[in-house]
Every structure is written in C-alpha cells, then in structure tokens.
C-alpha cells in the first residue's frame, strides 16, 4: 500500500528556513505528479506547489511564489519543498499529495489528489 511520510517542520521565527520532505513508500514516486497544500486552523486547505513528473513544470500558489521551491528527486521517492523568508501567515500543517490522474491541468485543486499525507506542522513566530 502506497503512503506518503513528511517531515522537516518545526517552529522558528520570522525570516527563517525550513525544507520539508516527504517520501513515497510502496509506490514509484516517478509515476506520479505531486502537489503540496497547507491548512491553517479554521482555513481551508490551500494549494502551495505542484511539481511534474519529471520536474519539468512548477507552478505556486500566490502567497508562496519567489519564496517557496518545491523538488523532487525520484531515485530517492522524495519530494522536497524549501520554504525561505517564512512570515506568520505561513503556519500551518503542510501535506503532500499525488494526484489521481495524468493530467495536468487544474493542479491547484484539492479534489485532484487522492493520496495524502498525515502532514508536518510549520509555526512561524513574529
């Protein structure tokens, strides 16, 4: 069975870094298409990163673009998502996701995916 493990949150303060990880166990990570969305308490899950298969495309969400990177290195089954300059508007438990179909289109939507992580909380101090 097919599972998806994140890491690499944690609290810090305001500018700060983070990378977090998540690993595909049971399953090829290089079939699939992967997103990272976050959820705020009281907020509605919110799409952070999309990469491709092979790492081709990316697209952002707009709060996160030029400070966010996401990656992705198939050999190891991990997706990465660096987050840089980190404001208190970013807390929240981030999750990866692989989306359920081939196609690329609407990436920035939650009802795409079909497999979740359990999610790593990210707490930015002011």
């Known amino acids: 069975q097919v599972r998806l493990v994140e890491s690499g949150g944690g609290l810090v303060q305001a500018g700060d870094s983070l990378r977090l990880s998540c690993v595909v166990f049971?399953?090829?990570?290089?079939?699939?298409?992967m997103g990272w969305f976050r959820q705020a308490p009281g907020k509605e899950r919110e799409f952070v990163a999309f990469?491709?298969?092979?790492?081709?495309?990316?697209y952002y969400g707009d709060a996160v673009k030029g400070r966010f990177t996401i990656s992705r290195d198939n050999a190891e089954n991990t997706v990465y998502l660096q987050l840089n300059s980190l404001k208190p508007e970013d807390t929240a438990v981030y999750s990866c996701a692989t989306k359920a179909s081939d196609y690329i289109g609407r990436y920035y939507d939650r009802n795409e995916y079909d497999l979740w992580g359990q999610g790593t909380q990210v707490t930015v101090s002011s």
């Open positions: 049971g399953g090829s990570l290089s079939d699939v298409y």
């Open positions: 990469i491709s298969r092979t790492a081709m495309t990316e």
